[in-house]
């Protein structure tokens, strides 16, 4: 299986602050066919069940604040949040799906200084 | 706007089968996507358990090794998910999802495994 691994584990933020978040795959999650990347973000807040924030490497889900960027190549990934607000907090994962098992980071979880 | 809702016991005894069902409104499953079922035990990481095609086709995790099955209901617009021989290692709470990528996810469902 491919493993992801995220850090860090735990980010506190002053709210105006900008935040990143990195994820690594043990193996490259581009797929030389079609050149797409599949690795995805999600956001699970307090009490709530995960929802999309980022899909396909750097493409936003529907709704989804602009200030939320996402980057990286083959083996690495960073989801960046340009500015914080209270309503980011929660607990962020990354996904890759190039092939099954499906597989997900630890977590990273965001918290208001 | 598509809605899942998942539905099942909430307390399944050990090596008894666990079963769940999500329910989807606003989508046709016979029109197309994947769906998908996950966990995530409690305090702890997610898990993809399995994906079923519309068309009927599936993929699991093998970590479950063989006791998961996940089916399409058309005629309901349901998909469900059957785990057998439960331990308490399989305590969760269990989404349901449309496609991929995974959105959107129903609310969850807290199973407990316990006698």
């Known amino acids: 299986d491919i493993v992801m691994t995220q850090t860090p584990l735990s980010l506190p933020v002053t709210p105006g602050e900008p935040a990143s978040i990195s994820c690594r795959s043990s193996?490259?999650?581009?797929?030389?066919?079609?050149?797409?990347?599949?690795l995805d973000w999600f956001l699970q807040k307090p009490g709530q069940s995960p929802q999309l924030l980022i899909f396909m490497l750097s493409y936003r889900a529907s709704g989804v604040p602009d200030r939320f960027s996402g980057s990286g190549s083959d083996t690495e990934f960073t989801l960046k949040i340009s500015r914080v607000e209270a309503e980011d907090v929660g607990v962020y994962y990354c996904?890759?799906?190039?092939?099954?098992?499906?597989?997900f980071g630890q977590g990273t979880k965001l918290e208001i200084k | 706007q598509v809605r899942l809702q998942e539905s099942g016991p909430g307390l399944v005894k050990p090596s008894e089968t666990l079963s769940l069902t999500c329910s989807v409104s606003g989508y046709s499953i016979s029109s197309g996507y994947h769906w998908a079922w996950i966990r995530q035990p409690s305090g702890k990481g997610l898990e993809w358990i399995g994906t079923?095609?519309?068309?009927?086709?599936?993929f699991y995790n093998p970590s479950f090794k063989s006791r998961a099955v996940i089916s399409v209901e058309r005629s309901k617009n349901q998909f469900s998910l059957k785990l057998t021989s439960v331990t308490a290692a399989d305590t969760a709470v269990y989404y349901c999802?449309?496609?991929?990528?995974?959105?959107?996810w129903g609310q969850g469902a807290l199973v407990t495994v316990s006698s």
């Open positions: 079923v095609y519309h068309t009927g086709s599936t």
């Open positions: 996904m890759q799906r190039i092939e099954f098992p499906s597989t």
């Open positions: 193996q490259s999650l581009l797929d030389s066919g079609d050149g797409n990347t599949y």
């Open positions: 999802a449309k496609g991929v990528p995974f959105d959107p």
